[in-house]
């Protein structure tokens, strides 16, 4: 790969990093890109996945003290995770994909929608049930969702941060840095155990792959450090942004540009 080329992929990796770690869908840079240099479609899902998951496990340390205590419902609802998100790079090696490329900008209009709307769904959850005369408390081990989100993750990834982070937004009442961080944290292992199954395939391209993760390091930690001072209301009308973006560009691209 010629120098410009991996110097390229680096800034555009500063960038990808920042928008991993303070929204979600840094594939819609990464992604792009890597099909951009001659990466086949199936690897450059890998590679992505690949590329990412040092930065948001950076992001997600660097803010730790919002993450939820690890006891034995946010372990169980980890290993669940990362089971779903193994099963997806799985399936990813065994399948060309098609049918789900084209459910993936209903999931991610799905998230968009229900991020958006996860403040009033939280309120009126809570109030549905105080009014029952019981407590509602939310967790991230009350959310079966996650699940296949994380199988979705394994399997494809473009736009997973999305998916997982209106999954935490509710879980969290709308705490939008505690439920960024929980995302980065479970995003980045679902990457890990992912990744793991596509370096032992084979399916990853590494001189791309290594310059993406060079730059994402940088943003991914400068990233982790904006959500902490952003204000929520701005990253909330952001990430709707991107989701709505996301879902655009992946409806173009799987329903509608001839294959």
């Known amino acids: 790969m010629e120098i410009h080329v991996f110097v390229l992929l680096a800034g555009l990796g500063v960038l990808a990093g920042m928008v991993a770690s303070i929204v979600g869908g840094a594939a819609v840079i990464v992604y792009p890109a890597l099909i951009a240099t001659g990466v086949p479609p199936q690897f450059a899902a890998a590679s992505n996945l690949v590329a990412l998951m040092p930065a948001t496990m950076l992001a997600a340390l660097s803010d730790r003290s919002q993450l939820p205590p690890f006891n034995r419902a946010f372990v169980e609802l980890v290993f669940a995770s990362v089971v779903g998100a193994g099963a997806g790079a799985i399936v990813l090696m065994i399948t060309p994909g098609r049918v789900f490329e084209i459910i993936v900008p209903v999931l991610l209009g799905f998230a968009t929608v229900i991020f958006a709307l996860a403040d009033r769904i939280g309120h009126h959850i809570r109030k549905r049930a105080a009014h029952k005369g019981r407590e509602v408390k939310f967790n991230v081990s009350s959310l079966k969702i996650l699940l ?108 509608f540009d001839p294959r």
């Open 148 to 255: 296949p989100v994380s199988f979705y993750g394994g399997y494809f990834g473009a736009g997973v941060g999305v998916l997982i982070l209106a999954v935490f937004s509710i879980a969290t009442g709308g705490d939008y840095r505690s439920a960024n961080v929980a995302k980065n944290f479970v995003s980045s292992l679902n990457a890990m155990v992912a990744s793991g199954i596509f370096i032992a395939k084979g399916v990853v391209v590494w001189p791309q792959t290594l310059a993406l993760m060079c730059g994402m390091l940088a943003g991914g930690l400068a990233g982790a450090y904006v959500a902490r001072v952003i204000p929520p209301r701005f990253a909330r009308g952001m990430i709707v942004v991107v989701g709505v973006a996301l879902t655009v560009v992946f409806a173009k691209l799987y329903w």
